[in-house]
């Protein structure tokens, strides 16, 4: 059986949570492995020298997972790219990782750019929902939650009220000084990025 046949697809992420991902791996303060062979090393080491949990991660056989360590194979195909990029990279650099969102969480906070739809509820609003591009901070405890939120495996349909909420505090009603009872959420997320 091929590598081709063994693999797995890679699972879909939502928008939210890809942004998430994104800004953690602009922190990085040296490049993750880049050939083929350096990623599986280096995941095999994350793995306690283990091939076969390597393997097991990427949907692939540990036959193959040798191959690329010997360097008889260098060019996955795609789908074995795609996880070794996802694998390497989300365990690359876990103390940058984590000194950034332990900050945002308690002091810093984040920025969010976001283009979606945007629909209100408030008494007396006379504002009919539409497309926004918004760039606003995130406060801390907000920042919080969704980094709980995503570190405990929630879904992008789960974030999405989270992250209206924290747009809705610094944006819409500015920390609590207009727009008292203003609740936004948005649908539609046509574009996001966060930054810590």
Same mark, same amino acid.
């Given at each position: 059986?091929?590598?081709?046949? #063994?693999?797995?697809?890679?699972?879909?992420?939502?928008?939210?949570?890809? *942004?998430?991902?994104?800004? +953690?791996?602009?922190?990085?303060?040296?490049? $993750?492995?880049?050939? !083929?062979? /350096?990623?599986?090393?280096?995941?095999?080491?994350? +793995?306690?020298?283990?091939? /076969?949990?390597?393997?097991?991660? @990427?949907?692939?056989?540990?036959?193959?997972? #040798?191959?690329? @360590?010997?360097?008889?194979?260098?060019?996955?195909?795609?789908?074995?790219? !795609? !996880?070794?990029?996802? !694998?390497?990279?989300?365990?690359? =650099?876990? =103390?940058?990782?984590?000194?950034?969102?332990?900050?945002?969480?308690?002091?810093?906070?984040?920025?969010?750019?976001?283009? *979606?739809?945007?629909?209100?509820?408030?008494?007396?609003?006379?504002?009919?929902?539409? #497309?926004?591009?918004?760039?606003?901070?995130?406060?801390?405890?907000?920042?919080?939650?969704?980094?709980?939120? =995503? +570190?405990?495996? $929630?879904? +992008?349909?789960?974030?999405?009220?989270?992250?209206?909420?924290?747009?809705?505090?610094?944006?819409?009603?500015?920390?609590?000084?207009?727009?008292?009872? @203003?609740? $936004?959420?948005?649908?539609?997320?046509?574009?996001?990025?966060?930054?810590?």
């Amino acid at each position: 059986m091929s590598d081709h046949d #063994e693999q797995q697809p890679a699972p879909r992420r939502g928008k939210v949570l890809e *942004a998430l991902i994104r800004a +953690e791996r602009k922190l990085f303060t040296r490049p $993750a492995p880049k050939s !083929a062979k /350096a990623r599986m090393k280096f995941l095999r080491t994350r +793995e306690g020298g283990s091939t /076969a949990a390597v393997a097991e991660r @990427l949907g692939t056989s540990r036959r193959t997972v #040798e191959r690329y @360590l010997a360097g008889k194979l260098t060019k996955p195909q795609k789908r074995l790219q !795609a !996880a070794l990029v996802e !694998a390497t990279e989300s365990e690359w =650099q876990p =103390q940058v990782r984590a000194q950034a969102r332990a900050a945002a969480a308690t002091s810093r906070g984040m920025m969010v750019d976001v283009t *979606a739809f945007f629909g209100f509820t408030c008494t007396g609003s006379s504002d009919d929902g539409r #497309e926004r591009q918004i760039t606003t901070d995130i406060s801390p405890t907000y920042v919080k939650q969704i980094l709980q939120l =995503q +570190e405990a495996g $929630a879904t +992008e349909e789960e974030l999405h009220p989270i992250v209206a909420e924290a747009i809705t505090e610094s944006y819409f009603t500015e920390w609590g000084t207009r727009a008292d009872g @203003l609740r $936004a959420d948005f649908t539609s997320v046509s574009s996001i990025s966060f930054r810590f």
